[in-house]
């Protein structure tokens, strides 16, 4: 069946970059999401990107698509303490149906 | 606008207690969907509402009911509640059902069952 997979834990220094990696396996997805989780709060949408497009750019976000790999990542520059969430993968082949993956934790240390 | 709100914010439960998670959106959203949240897996969905009078089973509908009341509510019931329910839900609104129709979710209820 569907699957989205993400590795659990990242941690990085302030200023660095991030990148959060997600792979899923439904070749007819149509739309790729990544949400950010805060501490005792929903689910929110950080960016989204068609399946047709390999890459979109939203300041200081970057996503990546290689759909022959069935590869997405998330690049977030310059990133603050504020940034520290639960990044949540996410796809869906249009419809009801959103497949989620488990979420990756953020730690940026100061 | 208040969004998507859900009461209770907290909750324990003995097992086969029973109760009502309320959910309500203002943004006249058609859709609404109940999610589960559990340690190291992604949100599964419970139950959904594609409008208001429908509801439709999800990936995880054992053990839940649900009622869509109006289009504004989204109820979900755990009849007798077992320590497998144990988790954190969410409910969901979305206007229409395109990739690019966003998913607002209300800030979750902690359930914890005895």
Redesign the interface.
């Known amino acids: 069946g569907e699957d ?1 997979e993400q590795s ?1 834990f990242l941690s990085v220094r302030e200023g660095d970059s991030s990148v959060i990696n997600c792979t899923y396996t439904d070749s007819s997805s ?2 790729l999401y990544w949400y950010k989780q805060e501490p ?6 950080l960016t ?1 990107i ?1 399946s047709n497009m390999d890459m979109k750019q939203d300041q200081r976000l970057t996503v990546l698509l290689n759909k022959k790999d069935k590869h997405l990542s998330l690049r977030i520059a310059d990133t603050q303490t504020g940034d520290s969430a639960i990044y ?1 993968c ?1 796809e ?1 082949t ?10 990756t934790r953020l730690f940026v240390k100061a | 606008n208040a969004g ?1 709100t859900q009461t209770p914010k907290f909750q324990v439960l003995k097992t086969g207690q029973s109760m009502t998670l309320q959910c309500a959106q203002d943004m006249n959203h058609n ?1 609404m ?1 109940w ?1 589960r949240q559990d340690p ?6 419970i139950y ?1 509402s ?1 409008s208001e009078g429908t509801t ?1 089973k ?1 990936e995880v509908p054992n053990g839940y009911n649900v009622s869509r009341l109006n289009k504004r509510e989204f109820s979900l019931r755990l009849e007798s509640a077992a320590p497998s329910q144990t988790s954190v839900y ?1 409910c ?1 609104s979305r206007s229409g ?4 129709d ?2 607002y ?4 209820t902690r359930l914890t069952v005895t």
């Open positions: 989205v659990l149509t739309y005792g709060a929903g689910l929110q949408l989204y068609f949540f996410a869906s249009g419809g009801f149906k959103t497949i989620f993956g488990a979420g | 998507v859709s969907y999610y190291g897996m992604g949100l599964r969905l959904y594609a439709d999800g969410f969901a059902t395109s990739g690019k966003e998913q979710f209300g800030p979750g």
